[in-house]
């Protein structure tokens, strides 16, 4: 489990421990009645949404993530005005704009506290308290609530920041290997053009050479010559096959390099599949797939609040193939903002196409493909 899940999950702990607190002195000290018998199910149902708030099911079920919050202040509410003169009830409020902070920006945040507040007011001066009574114990539990939304704020961007700077540095890792692995490449390039353009043209100079002296020479040192252009012929097809098989392992290690891409990130998981048959010996091709790969990575961080990645890459002989998939909250109005743009034009530089789709709450799809060889 990774510093940001543990987190989530002892804050919700920590929710569930304080929900326990403000009930359990009221089923014991609160004769039953009709008010008790409405709060009782509106209470329960309060901390079964709190508790999974972020679940597919609720979201399913609430489509609109302001939707899920407003039924819960709507349910504070009721709890609330049902049970105003239990001074613990407005701790609900505390509760439910912690989901705001998850929800809202940080100033719309803090107008919900604010409103939530008033409902607090309200229903004290329902129950005949004082006003100054009232204002001061809104303005208490709003400090509460200011509180509570400014410090899960900054456990929120503190875990963006983390986030951030593990897929920078993973990036970065990943671009200094596809650097090795193409500076390796051209270097073997290099090499393998040196030995045929020198020692190749060398060789071949001597052959003609040895093959002019045979016919200059007398019949013993025929023998001996014989043997030298054997030699030198055995020799120019070494060097050849040398450099044929310096060309040919000319081949990035993607799969190194996405690993590396990949390592580091907690959340979402990243399924990644590489077929075998997948070879490439283009550095820009290479550059193409893993930035590709990045950005679907850093969307699926950023906006999806997706649990899973599925990357699929797989060659035939025409075309390479990305897809992925991830099972986030979805866009349903989804528009390509200026990272599916940049994907689309690098695909497009080579002779490849983009595609993608997205539903609310069925996660995100693109796919990409580009030719083999352009």
């Known amino acids: 489990m990774n510093e940001t899940q543990y987190s989530q999950r002892m804050s919700k702990f920590a929710g569930l421990a304080t929900w326990f607190a403000i009930g359990i002195p009221v089923l014991f000290s609160f004769e039953p009645s009709l008010k008790f018998y409405i709060w009782l199910p509106v209470y329960l149902a309060f901390i079964i949404i709190f508790s999974f708030h972020s679940s597919k099911i609720l979201r399913k079920l609430f489509k609109n993530e302001v939707l899920l919050l407003v039924v819960l202040t709507l349910l504070a509410s009721i709890a609330q005005f049902t049970l105003a003169s239990y001074g613990l009830m407005p701790i609900l409020f505390v509760l439910t704009v912690v989901i705001a902070a998850y929800t809202l920006a940080l100033k719309q945040g803090f107008y919900w506290a604010i409103f939530q ?75 393998s ?66 690993n590396g891409l990949i390592e580091n990130v907690p959340i979402p998981k990243i399924h990644l599949e590489i077929s075998e048959n997948l070879k490439l010996n283009d550095p820009n091709r290479a550059h193409v797939i893993v930035r590709f790969v990045q950005e679907v990575i850093t969307n699926a961080i950023k906006h999806s609040q997706a649990k899973n990645l599925w990357i699929n890459i797989e060659m035939n002989n025409f075309e390479i193939t990305i897809q992925a998939r991830d099972d986030g909250r979805g866009e349903p109005n989804l528009k390509a903002g200026n990272g599916l743009n940049g994907m689309a034009e690098r695909l497009s530089e080579i002779g490849g196409k983009l595609k993608f789709s997205s539903k609310a709450n069925q996660g995100f799809n693109i796919e990409a493909s580009l030719p083999v060889g352009y």
């Open 117 to 191: 507040s008033l409902i607090i007011f309200t229903s004290l001066i329902t129950i005949g308290a004082s006003i100054f009574d009232s204002f001061i114990t809104a303005i208490a539990y709003f400090g509460f609530q200011a509180f509570a939304l400014f410090s899960t704020y900054a456990l929120i961007n503190e875990a963006k920041a983390k986030m951030e700077l593990s897929q920078a540095n993973a990036e970065l890792r990943a671009t200094q290997e596809l650097i090795k692995e193409s500076g390796q490449i051209n270097e073997r390039l290099r090499i």
């Open 193 to 258: 053009r040196e030995l045929h353009d020198l020692i190749g043209h060398q060789l071949t100079a001597l052959s003609l050479n040895l093959e002019v002296a045979k016919h200059l020479a007398d019949s013993k040192a025929k023998e001996h010559i014989s043997t030298a252009q054997s030699l030198n012929k055995n020799l120019l097809r070494d060097l050849r096959d040398v450099v044929s098989s310096m060309r040919d392992s000319q081949e990035i290690d993607l799969n190194k390099v996405l």
